[in-house]
């Protein structure tokens, strides 16, 4: 017996997966107690179009029966080949489509030229930091040389914290989109959506507040106090909860404009896009956003059992096989739309020239270029 054939049954022999007694059936797996149990390697490998089989349950991607919390993480082993390359990575969690066993599904996304391709799935037991940091311990495990430059993520401080210290050198960003929809959140909070959603005038303003993400750092005390001037009243709260979230407190003003402000709880090298802008980079965590709709679409259900999660992954794993070889072959990813093409040009003027621009109206035409409807 070769040595991937003994590492795979050894790995399928313990697979907890708490299953309900028709999925037992269905996959001839014999009970060891009410939480462990026997599998085939049948849910722990992945065939590929050509035939060919690997590991799917990913070497070290198991925390082991012992473990109350436990992790598995799923991923096709041969990205080792090519994960050394990886500059940019987008990872984001997702509660609806974890099993009932699982508190989260966490995905991994490497940038292959535009292409964003999944490098793992981990099934996580809660939300803690300390999780974070073992599946990661678990994914450089299988993937030694993974050492990317840039992570984007949500704005969530475990998982920041967790890969600061796997990839200290690597720079980390919030997602844009997450950012927008906190203020749209607050604003909820606030009863001010309904004014919002019906008022153009009142939205434009609101947008106002994120757009700030896009001054360039030297230049945001001068933005904000200028848009703290002209803001209607009703969204200073926004602002505040804004300013507090992402700039910190204003503690006091000196005499040359300047301000001392309390430590943010994100600092700006997180939140800002003004350098992602310039640089043509990615300024949301969209792709991950979008990875955990094509599995809701491969589930057809929310909290699908083990046995249907497996199954889903592989499916949506075959599409991105496809786009990974539209990558080698060097085939572009598909343009934009265009009014997306179009958004991203006014960002990049407006940017690019922000020195020139009085501070409302550069914040007025940053918000005229992005929406905060989802």
């Known amino acids: 017996m070769s040595e991937l054939s003994l590492d795979m049954n050894l790995l399928a022999t313990d697979l907890?997966?708490?299953?309900?007694?028709?999925?037992?059936?269905?996959?001839?797996?014999?009970t060891v107690d009410g939480r462990y149990v026997r599998t085939s390697t049948a849910y722990t490998t992945y065939e590929c179009e050509s035939g060919s089989s690997e590991r799917f349950l990913l070497r070290f991607g198991d925390s082991g029966i012992e473990d109350e919390d436990r992790i598995l993480v799923f991923g096709r082993e041969t990205a080792s080949s090519w994960v050394g390359y990886v500059q940019i990575l987008y990872v984001d969690g997702t509660f609806s489509l974890a099993p009932d066993q699982f508190a989260q599904v966490f995905v991994i996304l490497a940038d292959r030229g535009g292409y964003a391709i999944p490098l793992c799935y981990a099934l996580l037991p809660n939300k803690s930091e300390n999780s974070y940091r073992r599946m990661i311990g678990l994914v450089i495990g299988a993937f030694?040389?993974?050492?990317?430059?840039?992570?984007?993520?949500?704005?969530?401080?475990?998982?920041?914290?967790?890969?600061?210290?796997?990839?200290?050198?690597?720079?980390?960003?919030?997602?844009?989109?997450?950012l927008v929809k906190s203020v749209k959140k607050k604003l909820?909070?606030?009863?001010?959506?309904?004014?919002?959603?019906?008022?153009?005038?009142?939205?434009?303003?609101?947008?106002?507040?994120?757009?700030?993400?896009?001054?360039?750092?030297?230049?945001?005390d001068r933005s904000m106090m200028a848009l703290l001037e002209v803001l209607p009243e009703e969204l200073k709260p926004v602002y505040t909860y804004f300013v507090a979230y992402v700039?910190?407190?204003?503690?006091?003003?000196?005499?040359?404009?300047s301000v001392i402000r309390d430590n943010p709880l994100f600092s700006?090298?997180?939140?800002?896009?003004?350098?992602?802008?310039?640089?043509?980079?990615?300024?949301?965590n969209n792709f991950a956003e979008a990875a955990h709709r094509k599995l809701?679409?491969?589930?057809?259900?929310?909290?699908?059992?083990?046995?249907?999660?497996?199954?889903g992954l592989r499916h949506v794993q075959h599409k991105a096989d496809a786009e990974l070889e539209r990558y080698i072959i060097g085939s572009a990813p598909a343009p934009k739309r265009r009014r997306y093409l179009n958004a991203d040009a006014n960002l990049l003027e407006l940017v690019r020239t922000i020195e020139n621009r009085e501070p409302v109206?550069?914040?007025?035409?940053?918000?005229n270029n992005f929406l905060m409807d989802n």
């Open 268 to 284: 700006s090298d997180v939140w800002s896009v003004h350098e992602k802008t310039l640089n043509g980079e990615s300024r949301t």
């Open 296 to 311: 809701q679409e491969a589930f057809g259900v929310c909290h699908p059992s083990v046995w249907k999660f497996i199954d």
């Open 361 to 367: 109206a550069f914040l007025r035409g940053i918000a």
């Open 144 to 178: 030694s040389s993974l050492d990317p430059a840039s992570i984007t993520m949500d704005f969530e401080m475990a998982v920041i914290n967790a890969f600061i210290a796997a990839f200290p050198n690597a720079e980390i960003h919030g997602c844009l989109f997450h």
């Open 188 to 220: 909820s909070s606030l009863n001010l959506l309904k004014r919002y959603n019906a008022d153009s005038n009142f939205s434009l303003w609101s947008r106002m507040i994120p757009a700030m993400a896009f001054v360039r750092e030297d230049l945001l």
């Open 16 to 30: 907890w997966v708490g299953i309900s007694t028709s999925d037992r059936i269905r996959s001839t797996a014999i």
């Open 247 to 257: 700039c910190g407190r204003i503690l006091s003003v000196r005499l040359d404009g």
